[in-house]
């Protein structure tokens, strides 16, 4: 994996020991398989066991069922994937020859008459390209959608992944790779918990339901609500004083 980085310092205990065993042997021979032995117990009794460091994006990109989605989503959305590059295509052709006469006229002396001319082409280029790209967008939703929902399902796995990867690996301290300068391979945790993923959720479900909308955007509208009817509150408070009758202080005296 590209994050995981080898220890330099263990790199250079390892062949400092592997340098000295021929003086070794010189002096006892009968204790060549110690010597030998010795360099490989070397790396592990420098590793302090319970911690450890996970990259949890690579996990998620590692699992089964995240590769298998990257790989059925072309299949089933390939009509939106054909309609977006048709209307890619066709964007294209219908702005080239506006860049073209843009070009062309650029080249001519520039005069305030033909400064406002291509002032208003580059205008013209710039909001054709602007509402092609936002037609684009809204023709692969179904595939931003279809990404999100996958992410989500592996997403909603990971705590409990991690969990068991550290209970069975003996971990009590998970770091992320950008709180450690170097480490050694032996700290990596990423690809147990991989395996975890794959236990907890070995496919994922590509296609998601009629209305699903990401949990940022479920997040937000929840909040949204939270806040106005917080706001509401106070003023449904506040109707009956204001429109209650007013009561007379005391007893008013008889006419005479």
Partial sequence: MTLIRNSALV????????????????KNKDKDKEAAAAPAAAPSSNVVQGI???????????????????????VTYKPQFDQAQARGNALE?????????FNAARQGAM??????????????IQ?????????IQQILLPVALSEAFVNEQL????????QK?????????????????????????????????NLLLPTAQLVPPQGWEPREIREARAQQAAQQAAGARPAAAAAPAATAPAKPAGPQPEGR
């Fill in 127 to 135: 909001e054709l390209q602007e509402k092609g790209k936002q037609e």
């Fill in 11 to 26: 790199a250079a205990l390892s062949l400092a020991a592997l340098s000295a065993q021929p003086a070794l042997a010189q």
């Fill in 155 to 162: 997403e909603d796995k990971v705590d409990q992944a991690v």
């Fill in 52 to 74: 450890a460091v996970a990259n949890l994006q690579a996990a998620l990109t590692n699992t089964d069922a995240y590769r298998v989605a990257q790989q059925q989503r072309p």
């Fill in 111 to 124: 005069t305030p008459a033909l400064q406002t001319q291509l002032q208003g082409q580059a205008r013209a």
């Fill in 165 to 197: 990867a550290m209970e069975k690996s003996k971990v009590s301290l998970l770091l992320q790779p950008g709180a450690v300068v170097a480490r050694a391979n032996a700290y990596d945790l990423t690809d147990e918990i991989v395996a975890e993923l």
């Fill in 93 to 101: 052709a219908q702005i080239k020859p506006m860049i073209d006469r």
